[in-house]
């Protein structure tokens, strides 16, 4: 049985730093998809969490290389986005699962994208826009 835990951040700096406290206690092999809407917190979620590890270089969004890796920290870091994957096959043929399950944390933006994928999870954090213009509210569930 799954749990959620709901959260509702005023800032962007809130909302990274939710991301930190998450990573504290995820280790190898947790597989994270985010949902949300374009502009609901994914990234900066992501960036707290990469802060949270400890990892090294400025997290931004992988939308474009699809995925981004962050070193140097307690674990590695393989942050994906699928946003610009349109099916299944073109996630696997771009070699993406082997950063799943192995020796870091995996996240994925846009996981809903492959359900497939999803059903793979650790956990999943939705993020959706709250009532003022940098309030997010976010459900982290743990499968």
């Given amino acids: 049985m799954s749990k959620v835990q709901a959260h509702t951040t005023r800032s962007p700096e809130e909302t990274e730093r939710l991301g930190a406290s998450f990573s504290a206690g995820l280790g190898a092999g947790a597989v994270v998809g985010l949902i949300g809407e374009l502009g609901a917190g994914k990234t900066r979620f992501v960036r707290g969490m990469a802060m949270g590890l400890g990892s090294k270089g400025f997290v931004k969004s992988p939308s474009f290389t699809i995925v981004n890796i962050y070193e140097g920290g307690r674990l590695p870091l393989y942050h994906m986005d699928l946003y610009r994957i349109g099916r299944a096959d073109e996630f696997y043929e771009a070699g993406l699962e082997e950063f799943i399950y192995g ?8 996981a809903d994208k492959l359900p497939s ?27």
Avoid: K, N, Q
Avoid at 103 to 110: H, L, R
Avoid at 117 to 137: N, P, Q, W
């Fill in 103 to 110: 020796a870091g944390i995996s996240v994925i933006e846009w």
């Fill in 117 to 143: 994928l999803m059903a793979g999870c650790t956990h999943i954090v939705r993020s959706r826009y709250g009532a003022t213009e940098d309030e997010r509210l976010i459900f982290i569930e743990i499968i």
